[in-house]
Structure formats: structure tokens, C-alpha cells
């Protein structure tokens, strides 16, 4: 996966294995990034919406499936959910409860379902966001995975994937200060620290301007019908924030810069070593819809 760095992170990230000796044949034929390159995918699917403001399940599942095998270079969505998670972890799946732009329930159960089709047990298997550490699951968790909607954020600029991590403290506050700028301390605690597997961003309908805490218009969210993967949340941060400044740039006809500037991203990278937010260091493998891809 272009998750985190080179060859040797690509094989440390899949977690069935010791060595390359225990990858599948795929895995250990699929293409690696280059050194110190992180791998992102973008799906994105007009169809997924029903039209009635609903989303469609089946598609969902279609794209989850896709960017993951993309993301790993296995040949069915099946294997890449095999490639990630093995039957005896306890995974914790990061939502997002904000009740304008939530993780959207039906992605909630694609990726619950995904997770038991790569035998991991229903009951080892939890979905929180503000009661994450005193989930019992959670609590013994062995793997995470982050999936959360894309959206200007009054304290952070965006609330991103990094972001989505500051529930695993008890005092999130704490971390509003200078722009949110060391939430990516977060990801260093023994609760936290190299339990991530996988990130999805979702830029289905993401928001792009906001005024002022909890801020929501429908004016500024749009349907984008996208999913972005990674290992590296830095990277895949990186990519969903370079399409809501190309949105911000279409909407007001100029160059706007977010009220505060989402530079956690970057310092997750340079101070606390999550990833690569360099876009000449993150490969992207756009697949599906590439109208307005924005990008």
C-alpha cells in the first residue's frame, strides 16, 4: 500500500505477516512506492446517491472495495480486507458523530462488513467516536481504522483524519490551541500509537466554508460522490484538503484562504512523523469519476 514510507513501510502496514515470506503472492508482486512516497486513492461515484437524499449501500461497498484493492494491489476486495485486518484482531473503527456531516451509517456498515468478510469476529469489531476510550472495545483494540467526513473546522481549518483522532484523549481542549497544530501528538500514545490500518476520508458531499463553531449551510457542501484511501493519513489529508481550496477558488471566484490554516497536516509530517505532505511525494490512483475531480 502508499500508505506509509517505501518498501519496507508498505510491508510492515499489512498485518498478516512477519516478513515478506508470509505476504500472498499478489501482495508480494504488487507495485511498491517509491522510496519515501505515499500512496492515495480516489473513488468516486456519481451513482451513489439515491436521489431521495440517501445513499446507495451497494455502491458504497463497490467503491470501498475498489480503493482498497487498489490501495494494496490485491485482486478482490475480499483479499485486501484479508491483507489488512486477520481474523484475531479487536478493530475500532474511528467515526465521526457530527450530527450536519456525520460518517454516514451506511459506510459505517460497508466497512463493518468488510471487516468480518476478512474473518474478523462481530464481536471484536466496534463503532465510536466520542466514547472511544471508555469503549470497551476499543480499549482492547489491536487495529484502527479512521473514517471520517471532510469539512472546514473553526479551530483546525479542516477536520480531517488526523483531526478525527483528538477523541482518544480526555481533554481535547487541550489541543485547540495555535490552530490545532499538535494533534498529531495525539497519534504517539500507547492507546494510538502504530495501531492505524487504514484511513478513508470521505469527500462524498464535503464542506468547504464555514463561519463560527459547529457551522453548517447546505450552500457549502457538494456532491463530490468520493472516498479517499491511505495508510498515511498526512498524504490523504493532504489530497482532500487540495480539493476543498479548488472548490473554495471556484465558489468565490478567487483565492480565499480557510479562516484558520489547517496547519496541522503539514506539522503532523514534519514534527511528528505521520506521513508525507509533500504532493510530489504522494502517488495518486484516481479511479471512477474524473469530471471536477478538482485536483
Known amino acids: 500500500?502508499?500508505?506509509?514510507?517505501?518498501?519496507?513501510?508498505?510491508?510492515?502496514?499489512?498485518?498478516?505477516?512477519?516478513?515478506?515470506?508470509?505476504?500472498?503472492?499478489?501482495?508480494?508482486?504488487?507495485?511498491?512506492?517509491?522510496?519515501?512516497?505515499?500512496?492515495?486513492?480516489?473513488?468516486?461515484?456519481?451513482?451513489?446517491?439515491?436521489?431521495?437524499?440517501?445513499?446507495r449501500p451497494d455502491v458504497l461497498e463497490q467503491m470501498v472495495g475498489?480503493?482498497?484493492?487498489?490501495?494494496?494491489?490485491?485482486?478482490?476486495?475480499?483479499?485486501?480486507?484479508?491483507?489488512?485486518?486477520?481474523?484475531?484482531?479487536?478493530?475500532?473503527?474511528k467515526s465521526n458523530v457530527w450530527r450536519y456531516l456525520p460518517t454516514p451509517a451506511e459506510l459505517e456498515a460497508v466497512v463493518q462488513k468488510g471487516l468480518r468478510s476478512g474473518g474478523v469476529r462481530p464481536e471484536n469489531i466496534s463503532v465510536d467516536d466520542r466514547g472511544v476510550l471508555k469503549n470497551p472495545v476499543f480499549q482492547r483494540a489491536t487495529a484502527l481504522l479512521n473514517v471520517r467526513p471532510m469539512r472546514t473546522h473553526h479551530w483546525a481549518g479542516v477536520g480531517?483524519?488526523?483531526?478525527?483522532?483528538?477523541?482518544?484523549?480526555?481533554?481535547?481542549?487541550r489541543y485547540h490551541a495555535d490552530a490545532c497544530a499538535d494533534l498529531g501528538a495525539i497519534w504517539h500514545l500507547p492507546h494510538v500509537r502504530g495501531k492505524t490500518r487504514l484511513n478513508i476520508l470521505v469527500m462524498l458531499t464535503p464542506q468547504f466554508h464555514s463561519v463560527g463553531p459547529h457551522?453548517?449551510?447546505?450552500?457549502?457542501?457538494?456532491?463530490?460522490?468520493?472516498?479517499?484511501?491511505?495508510?498515511?493519513?498526512?498524504?490523504?489529508?493532504?489530497?482532500?484538503?487540495?480539493?476543498?481550496?479548488?472548490?473554495?477558488?471556484?465558489?468565490?471566484g478567487e483565492t480565499r484562504p480557510l479562516a484558520t490554516p489547517?496547519?496541522?497536516?503539514?506539522?503532523?509530517?514534519?514534527?511528528?512523523?505521520?506521513?508525507?505532505?509533500?504532493?510530489?511525494?504522494?502517488?495518486?490512483s484516481i479511479l471512477g469519476e474524473r469530471r471536477d475531480l478538482l485536483l
Not at 502496514?13 to 504488487?30: I, V
Not at 481474523?87 to 475500532?92: E, F, I, K, L, R
Open 66 to 93: 475498489r480503493g482498497l484493492a487498489a490501495l494494496v494491489g490485491a485482486p478482490t476486495a475480499h483479499e485486501a480486507w484479508r491483507s489488512l485486518f486477520r481474523p484475531s484482531d479487536v478493530v475500532g473503527i
Open 215 to 252: 457551522s453548517f449551510h447546505p450552500d457549502f457542501v457538494w456532491r463530490y460522490g468520493g472516498l479517499l484511501f491511505g495508510g498515511d493519513p498526512v498524504a490523504v489529508d493532504a489530497v482532500g484538503l487540495r480539493i476543498i481550496e479548488a472548490k473554495r477558488r471556484i465558489f468565490f
Open 160 to 173: 480531517s483524519l488526523i483531526k478525527n483522532y483528538i477523541m482518544f484523549v480526555p481533554d481535547p481542549a
Open 1 to 55: 500500500m502508499r500508505c506509509l514510507l517505501g518498501r519496507r513501510a508498505f510491508v510492515s502496514s499489512l498485518p498478516a505477516l512477519a516478513g515478506t515470506c508470509l505476504l500472498p503472492r499478489w501482495a508480494r508482486a504488487a507495485k511498491r512506492p517509491q522510496q519515501g512516497r505515499s500512496r492515495v486513492v480516489l473513488v468516486r461515484d456519481l451513482s451513489v446517491f439515491d436521489g431521495k437524499g440517501g445513499l
Open 262 to 284: 489547517p496547519k496541522h497536516i503539514r506539522i503532523a509530517a514534519e514534527r511528528y512523523g505521520l506521513g508525507t505532505f509533500d504532493p510530489a511525494r504522494i502517488e495518486l
